[in-house]
């Protein structure tokens, strides 16, 4: 994949976090966002995005990470696991629709970056050729014999 362009250094720490915060290891499938590298798949999604969405992917990284400073007291890449994602689905719960908002651009990010590696695609039963795990044709079942 390219160069990383948006999630280095800082920015990509607490996007780190946030990953890690969305799919924490040993949740439903065991593996969690810390146990890949994320970055270039998100990096690649996001650089997809409409230049005026993409300038506001750091600043919304900014603002988790402060945000949890003035709202907790400690900075976001600071906090424990269950204090990180005790944080964001608050973000998913709030009656403010920017943070509600956010949390859903994220976990989007974040979970098409994991599911678009083939391993994890198959924990929920798909593969990238199209096929849903369970409604394969005659002929994908005999080639998965082989």
């Given at each position: 994949?390219?160069?990383?362009?948006?999630?280095?250094?800082?920015?990509?720490?607490?996007?780190?976090?946030?990953?890690?915060?969305?799919?924490?290891?040993?949740?439903?499938?065991?593996p969690g966002a810390a146990d890949y590298d994320l970055f270039p798949r998100a990096d690649a999604y996001v650089?997809?995005?409409?230049?005026?969405?993409?300038?506001?992917?750091?600043?919304?990284?900014?603002?988790?990470?402060?945000?949890?400073?003035?709202?907790?007291?400690?900075?976001?890449?600071?906090?424990?696991?269950?204090?990180?994602?005790?944080?964001?689905?608050?973000?998913?719960?709030?009656?403010?629709?920017?943070?509600?908002?956010?949390?859903?651009?994220?976990?989007?990010?974040?979970?098409?970056?994991?599911?678009?590696?083939?391993?994890?695609?198959?924990?929920?039963?798909?593969?990238?050729?199209?096929?849903?795990?369970?409604?394969?044709?005659?002929?994908?079942?005999?080639?998965?014999?082989?």
């Amino acid at each position: 994949m390219a160069e990383l362009k948006l999630f280095t250094g800082k920015k990509g720490a607490i996007l780190a976090a946030v990953m890690n915060a969305i799919i924490p290891r040993g949740g439903a499938y065991g593996p969690g966002a810390a146990d890949y590298d994320l970055f270039p798949r998100a990096d690649a999604y996001v650089r997809a995005f409409n230049p005026l969405v993409r300038m506001g992917f750091p600043i919304l990284l900014l603002y988790i990470e402060y945000g949890s400073l003035v709202r907790t007291g400690t900075r976001f890449t600071r906090m424990g696991d269950d204090e990180a994602i005790a944080y964001l689905e608050g973000f998913e719960e709030s009656r403010l629709y920017f943070r509600r908002t956010i949390a859903l651009m994220f976990k989007m990010i974040t979970m098409l970056a994991f599911y678009d590696i083939d391993e994890n695609a198959a924990l929920i039963g798909y593969d990238h050729l199209g096929h849903v795990g369970a409604k394969k044709g005659k002929r994908a079942r005999e080639r998965a014999k082989r």
